[in-house]
């Protein structure tokens, strides 16, 4: 799996607002000064973060951007969907399941298929939070898997095995 410059800046650049934001927007230019990306392409970024509904921009002296979300309700996954990156780990042509490159499926699709899945889940559980106080992201992951996976019995049938 290849994640582009698309996706990299767009997470790189949503950190910087969630270091340096604290209540106030933070403009373009600052962002790329401090992470070394072009201000043009941050532009082009944060069209789509803005259509996303994952910043908030403001104009005039002082403008620029914001989260819209608190940066524990923003996740990594949605960062990079919101450019438009495919996050794919298989050769297949456009969204085939069954085809890869010649038409039949390869012998190490699942494998891959498997792989990408558990990449989409690791960055759908890891929170803009998360990087900007650098947690350790994949126990942070593991726990809200575990947490979403969990469905307590309900309490009459825990006082049934207690009696």
């Known amino acids: 799996m290849k994640l582009s410059t698309k996706g ?15 209540g106030r927007t933070v403009s ?3 962002i790329a000064e401090r992470q070394d990306i072009s201000q043009e392409y941050l532009e082009q970024l944060f069209v789509k973060l803005r259509k996303a509904g ?20 923003i996740v990594i996954y949605d960062i990079i ?27 190490t699709h699942d494998l891959w298929s498997s792989i990408g899945r558990q990449v989409n889940t690791f960055l759908a559980n890891v929170t803009l939070d998360d ?30 095995h207690i009696s």
């Open 28 to 30: 373009l230019a600052e």
């Open 81 to 107: 969907a919101a450019v438009d990156e495919p996050m794919k780990m298989t050769r297949c042509e456009g969204d085939a399941v069954e085809g890869c490159v010649r038409g039949e499926r390869c012998s």
């Open 131 to 160: 990087v900007v106080n650098r947690r350790n992201l994949a126990l942070e992951a593991s726990i809200r898997q575990a947490k979403a996976r969990y469905v307590p019995k309900a309490r009459n049938e825990v006082d049934a």
């Open 8 to 22: 990299r800046y767009a997470v790189m650049a949503m950190v910087d607002i969630g270091q340096n934001g604290e």
């Open 54 to 73: 994952l910043v908030l921009s403001a104009r005039g002296p002082g403008g620029g951007y914001r989260l819209a979300h608190p940066a524990g309700d």
